[in-house]
């Protein structure tokens, strides 16, 4: 019985290149492999969310002499691991099974989150054990690479937009668990309960590293137990996979002598670079500067943090499905426009304005050396007393204006519209530059360079937040995103299709 017409809404549902028993059994199977690269991006992305707002209350609970600056290689440690692992494992995919790569990586990353979950064990030199352990994590999450090539080249032309979008909502989903599960588990306080047996302290910081862990063991056994090697031409029909067997390139050897279009492929790691490098500025500095313009304490940050962080995950799945259809009526470039001028407005609004000043921290210091004798007793006995405000270290804080929490949310909720539009268009524009060819390597060097970004851009904002605050930091942003506009507006015409390139198709 052949399967239903096709469908271009639901690309997960419908095939159109089945037709009989057997193709319907591959069309099965193929997707339900696809599924499992979701699961497997869902939880790489929950990975890394999980524990991202509370890493600064977490460093400074375990290295006091952590500051914001520390911060950023923290945050970074992540990105600068999947930059360097990402070419590796792209590369390893393209000439074995893709399964071999996956199930090493997501090992690597399961180690490392439980080693970050025993980061306060050491005697000293916590803040270096805290930024080893982001740095394995960063690095088993290089199998992002072998994820995306396996999607682009498992999906044809006319499947491709929908199944990077899906990917991208299930990446998306994970971006909303992961701050949610840390919101939830900062019920259990920063003391929580120790395991003796194994000198384990669970508590808000280190039971969502456990928890990461967990659920990389879930997804070792579902890439062991489903995962089968697929591949599809650009029409849809089923062919042998390549990216381990030689003989197998026979079927496709006369596509891939055609040419790739190296300018485009430059222009669109530019592109995904600085998509990634905004929005790692954006998440990086998220904790710091609501401590800081809002006298929020590490718990309120982290549980506020994480309830915003959620509902711009919830905002970025109806981007992901308005996208789908954007792209289908309008085109991958013109969406890929549109959100880069949705994200120049969130960060133009984020710009500080106005006579209102941040409140300085030592204004709390000086106001708890007038109390009385007493008092002070009680203070010095009651070691979770915490100083709230902007650090009267940062000189900015005295002269800047401070932002306004409508401008903080209005913000982050045109970034939560403008960044998944620009992440998946970026890439599904990519992986339709690239064709037929095996895109291992290729997806490997995208994902170095938006780890590059993530590497370069929590360093990049705490210098730069530290130094010269917000109104510094955020300026050289909004010029980063009109830079970004102006060469994609340049180069319009050079970043189409493998196929419509050599004008097999027309677009």
Request: glycine share 8%.
């Amino acid at each position: 019985m052949s399967p239903p017409e096709p469908d271009d809404t639901t690309p997960l549902l419908r095939d159109d290149a089945s037709s009989d028993g057997s193709q319907d059994g591959d069309y099965r199977s193929r997707w339900r492999s696809i599924r499992v690269m979701y699961f497997t991006m869902f939880l790489s992305s929950v990975g890394f969310t999980i524990v991202i707002t509370s890493l600064w209350p977490y460093l400074q609970k375990v290295d006091s002499s952590a500051d914001a600056s520390f911060l950023g290689w923290m945050v970074a440690a992540y990105s600068l691991g999947q930059m360097v692992a990402s070419p590796i494992f792209g590369w390893w995919s393209n000439h074995r099974p893709r399964r071999e790569p996956l199930v090493c990586s997501i090992f690597i990353n399961l180690a490392a989150n439980i080693y970050y979950a025993y980061a306060y064990l050491p005697k000293t030199d916590n803040k270096y054990h805290m930024l080893m352990s982001r740095a394995f994590v960063g690095f088993g999450a290089g199998n992002v690479a072998v994820v995306r090539s396996y999607v682009a080249g498992a999906t044809s032309l006319r499947e491709r937009t929908g199944a990077m979008a899906n990917m991208s909502a299930c990446q998306a989903l994970g971006f909303i668990l992961g701050p949610a599960l840390q919101a939830g588990l900062s019920v259990i306080g920063e003391d929580g309960v120790t395991v003796d047996v194994l000198k384990l302290q669970l508590n808000m910081y280190t039971t969502p590293a456990l928890l990461a862990a967990l659920f990389g063991l879930i997804n070792i056994l579902l890439v062991v137990l489903v995962l089968k090697e697929h591949r599809v031409d650009e029409d849809g029909k089923q062919i042998q996979s390549i990216n381990y067997t030689s003989e197998d390139r026979v079927d496709i050897i006369e596509e891939e002598e055609l040419s790739i279009d190296q300018v485009a492929v430059l222009i669109s790691n530019i592109l995904f670079f600085t998509v990634m490098f905004i929005f790692a500025v954006f998440e990086t500095i998220a904790t710091p500067l609501s401590m800081d313009m809002f006298s929020w304490t590490r718990k309120e940050a982290v549980l506020y943090n994480g309830i915003i962080m959620c509902a711009i995950g919830f905002e970025s799945i109806l981007v992901f499905l308005a996208v789908k259809v954007a792209s289908q009526r309008f085109g991958d470039r013109p969406v890929l426009l549109a959100g880069f001028a949705v994200i120049f407005c969130g960060f133009i609004i984020l710009l500080p304005w106005g006579n209102h000043y941040p409140q300085i921290q030592w204004a709390d210091l000086k106001n708890n050396t007038l109390v009385s004798g007493i008092s002070k007793a009680a203070l010095a006995s009651n070691n979770t007393f915490e100083p709230t405000g902007c650090p009267y270290e940062q000189t900015w804080c005295q002269y800047t204006p401070a932002i306004h929490l409508a401008q903080y949310i209005s913000s982050d909720i045109l970034i939560g519209v403008g960044y998944p539009a620009c992440n998946v268009m970026s890439y599904t524009l990519y992986s339709k530059i690239l064709g037929p060819k095996p895109q291992g390597v290729y997806m490997g060097w995208l994902t170095a360079s938006g780890s590059g970004a993530r590497t370069l851009g929590p360093i990049f904002v705490s210098h730069v937040y530290t130094l010269l605050g917000p109104r510094w930091a955020f300026s050289l942003i909004c010029g980063m995103v009109l830079a970004a506009i102006v060469l994609l507006s340049s180069s319009y015409r050079k970043l189409i299709a493998f196929s419509v390139r050599h004008r097999r198709i027309i677009e």
